[in-house]
């Protein structure tokens, strides 16, 4: 999986906490869903900036330092 090798290997630069290895593994390993580190690390790799639609809120844009047309998810 691309994005949790990126994730495993720049957790410097994507968060600052001591329990990155357990979270890397619960998510590559289990049901459990990623989020917010997961779609930087990903829009990091693609170079392009994600659109986030959620119900409750308004929408956020994750990547804007990426000049292409966004990606949407839901």
Known sequence: M???????HNHNALCHT????????EVANTPAWGGQL????????LQTPIE???ADTSPI??????SSTPITVM
């Not at 001591?18 to 593994?25: H, I, P, Q």
């Not at 997961?38 to 790799?45: K, P, Q």
């Not at 844009?61 to 990426?66: A, P």
């Open 2 to 8: 691309i994005m949790m090798d990126y994730v495993v």
């Open 18 to 25: 001591d329990e990155y290895e357990k979270y890397c593994t």
């Open 38 to 45: 997961e779609l930087r690390a990903l829009s990091h790799i």
């Open 52 to 54: 986030v639609i959620q």
């Open 61 to 66: 844009i994750i990547g804007e330092e990426y």
